[in-house]
């Protein structure tokens, strides 16, 4: 029988935005209720790592505070916050591939057969188990339909739509969703004691992603880098195709790096056409970049609506196209060849 220390406390997960998910995975660790699968579901950035990886230490803690707490400070739940105990799997793709393949999932598979080294339960992360080949989640069936003893497997995903339907249906599906804009300004303030311009700015451009608005207060490099693309980005809206290709040949070399300095613009591109778009319909949803809300006006007032709804799905379906490994100078220069040319009045 467990020993709880009851001179810690745990109560919260240190996670904010989903205390019932929080509840139901207390009420699950150490006890019968826990299930052998689970499968986190929600936007990146919104948590769904970091509440796993809580989950794993409370079924794994070996000193619990309480009932489904765990210590925070013990070896194992120390190890495992740093995802480097032995009886933590983690299942990601291997370099050069864009997904988890079936030799990965077997591999998987042989090592999930062997009993924890030290650990109460062998634990699988299986972080964006979207990105796997239909193959290898056909292979990981046979283990979610049975399952080895003491074994629990944590699968996080963007979308239930991304994956088959019978993974879904055997594993606890736990959907976590962005808090409010307010709910992660107050929360940003109060934690890292940010003005109200800079909490403001961090809950728009995360979206009430806690993970993500925590990220880009702890990467002061992330917000330089967004304004520098964003500078070159509205330079180019007067420019000539010529100027604007220049940029497509910088993002395009070395070739070995072009789709992750591609895809680290195209969020930020899409996120501008996205407001544009929003407020050509006068919506009374919130922008994304409220730091840049006359630039968006600017462009609102001197394109159709219709042309800003294009543009948001011909970048859209540029972030499909770069998954899928097509050419990444012609895709950008498609691109930019659907961007309108204006000048605007307001710079960065």
Known sequence: MLRYNTGMNDSNWQIFGHDWAVKLLRTHAGTDKLRHAYLLVGPQGVGRRTLALRFAQAINCEN???????CGVCKTCRQIGAMSHPDLDLLQPEEGHKDILIDQVRELQHRLSLSPYIAAYRIALLPDFQRTTI???????KTLEEP????VLLLTA?????????????????RLRPTSLKEARAYLQSTFELSDEKAELFAHLSGGRIGAAVNLVQDPDALTQREKHL?????????TLCE??????????PYDKAREKTGEVLPIWLSFWRDVFLRSFDSD?????????????????????AAARDLVIAHEKAFQQLDSYANVRLL????????PRVKLTTKL
């Open 158 to 174: 963007d979308a239930l739509e991304n994956l088959l339907p019978t993974v879904v249906s055997r594993c606890e599906v736990i």
């Open 244 to 253: 604007r290709f220049k940029l497509a040949n910088d993002l395009s070399k």
């Open 285 to 305: 949803l919130p922008l994304v970049n409220i730091d840049l809300a006359a630039q968006v006006a600017q462009m609102a007032s001197q394109i159709e609506a």
């Open 231 to 239: 500078g070159d980005f509205l330079d180019l809206m007067p420019a």
């Open 135 to 141: 193959e290898a989640m056909n292979a990981l069936l």
């Open 332 to 339: 950008v220069e498609n691109l930019m060849l659907s961007w």
């Open 148 to 151: 080895a003893e003491k074994v």
């Open 64 to 70: 619990p505070p309480q009932q489904g707490g765990f």
